[in-house]
């Protein structure tokens, strides 16, 4: 079973940083894309930045410039830099992959937990 697991979320003041990873485990053969969503209280769930296997991305622009999406794939790990952090980019931060190949199966989509991010002012 394919399985994502966050790490990296807390508390940081405005205009700080925080390095958020995904880490995927599970007999994992590749990963098509992947990519990190937030949801904010009372909101829905929105996309943040994606990468491809081939390492194109392409982010929401409220965090253009701002942070940065890599991934390793001999690792299966992502990870999310964020920098100049601010009060609105306070949510709950899911790492998801879509088209995952294991030995056994292939898996169109998996999602992990989730790690809280707060920002504050």
């Known amino acids: 079973q394919v399985r994502l697991a966050e790490s990296g979320g807390g508390l940081v003041q405005a205009g700080g940083s925080l390095r958020l990873s995904c880490a995927a485990s599970g007999s994992i053969v590749s990963i098509n894309a992947m990519g990190w969503y937030r949801q904010a209280p009372g909101k829905t769930r929105e996309l943040v930045a994606a990468i491809t296997s081939g390492g194109s991305t392409n982010y929401a622009d409220s965090v253009r410039g701002r942070f940065t999406i890599s991934r390793d794939n001999a690792k299966n790990t992502m990870y999310l830099q964020m920098n100049s952090l601010k009060p609105e980019d306070t949510a709950v931060y899911y790492c998801?992959?879509?088209?995952?190949?294991?030995?056994?199966?292939?898996?169109?989509?998996?999602w992990g937990q989730g790690t809280l991010v707060t920002v504050s002012s």
């Open positions: 998801n992959a879509k088209g995952i190949a294991t030995i056994s199966k292939w898996s169109s989509e998996v």
